[in-house]
């Protein structure tokens, strides 16, 4: 049974940090290709930062560069997703997503709200 288990969100105040941290469990996860998206109220999903299957390359939404960076540990079947200096404009559900050719399995999300 494939599963991808988003934690880490949460409230913080503008200009804080969080680790959001992805679990993957019933399929090859060092042969996937992750990323990050998010999801505003009202406005579309948006793909914030992705990492390639070993690791080595990585790509980022404009928006989040310099803040954002997304690692994996493909030992522990994890990706992670550190930010940093962050914007009420980061507000958003965020999911977890993995991609190998055409196969891609969805996390259920995780919340993070920045406001004072």
């Known amino acids: 049974q494939v599963q991808l288990v988003e934690s880490g969100g949460g409230l913080v105040q503008p200009g804080g940090s969080l680790r959001l941290s992805c679990a993957a469990s019933g399929f090859i996860f060092s042969n996937y290709a992750m990323r990050w998206y998010r999801q505003a109220p009202g406005k579309s999903r948006e793909l914030v930062a992705g990492?390639?299957?070993?690791?080595?390359?990585?790509n980022y939404a404009d928006s989040v560069k310099g803040r954002f960076t997304i690692s994996r540990d493909n030992a522990k079947n994890t990706v992670y997703l550190q930010m940093n200096s962050l914007k009420p404009e980061d507000t958003a559900v965020y999911y977890c997503n993995a991609v190998w050719w055409n196969v891609g399995y969805w996390g259920q999300g995780t919340q993070v709200t920045v406001s004072s």
């Open positions: 990492i390639s299957s070993g690791g080595g390359s990585t």
